[in-house]
């Protein structure tokens, strides 16, 4: 098996209706709305915000194959204490699941953009090629700085995502017993990931392709 690697009071009706217009904040000043998925797992679930304005392709890539419902009934097959968890690449059996093709690695965007391999935020996993990533993820268990762009390859890997509920599954899941290749002994499968409804919506209102 190969290892891949977030008051003043008005007293009249006009002055009211003056200060509420004065208020509305103005397009450019909204912040953006970024999409999120629920993450069902044997452990519990995890909510994910993800980050398109850092890593487009390899949220976009993330969001095809949770429309896709590819992760459903995969396991998180890799898992290092105080490092990661990772998944999405391998089903209870352990066999692994065929993958559209990888996409290009956005690690020196990402952390341009401040985004880092700290505690709970997603990346992408990948081989020893710097575009290999397709499916697999991990979520760091701690801040992993090594793993940030330029990192000792030169390269490093993309965090496109954090943990924003549900931390304390994902430190659960850390706790497991594990074999050889760090594979927990009693599999942790994620049942299902899901785009949640808001984000869904608020990407109609503003055009966006909801994936």
């Not at 002055?15 to 999120?36: C, I, N, R, Y």
């Not at 985004?115 to 575009?131: E, V």
């Not at 931390?167 to 299902?192: H, N, Y």
Request: proline letters at 6%.
């Amino acid at each position: 098996m190969k290892h891949w690697i977030l008051a003043t009071t008005l007293l009249c009706a006009s002055t009211l209706g003056f200060a509420a217009k004065a208020s509305e904040p103005k397009a450019a000043d909204a912040k953006p709305v970024h999409p999120q998925v629920e993450m069902v797992t044997s452990k519990g679930k995890i909510v994910i915000e993800l980050f398109p304005e850092a890593a487009p392709e390899s949220v976009a890539n993330f969001q095809q194959y949770v429309k896709d419902k590819f992760y459903d009934g995969t396991i998180f097959h890799r898992v290092i204490a105080g490092f990661v968890a990772q998944g999405g690449g391998f089903d209870v059996k352990m066999k692994q699941k065929d993958t559209r093709p990888p996409i290009k690695i956005e690690a020196e965007k990402s952390f341009k953009a401040g985004f880092k391999n700290d505690r709970g935020t997603l990346a992408m996993a990948r081989t020893n090629d710097p575009n290999s990533a397709t499916s697999q993820f991990y979520i760091n268990l701690k801040d992993n700085d090594f793993l940030n762009w330029p990192s000792r390859d030169g390269f490093g890997y993309t965090t496109f995502g954090k943990v924003v509920a549900g931390m304390d599954v994902v430190d659960e899941m850390a706790k497991v017993a594990t074999q050889p290749g760090d594979v927990p002994v009693e599999p942790i499968v994620i049942t299902s990931v899901r785009e949640l409804p808001a984000a869904k919506d608020a990407d109609k209102k503003t055009g966006k392709n909801s994936k």
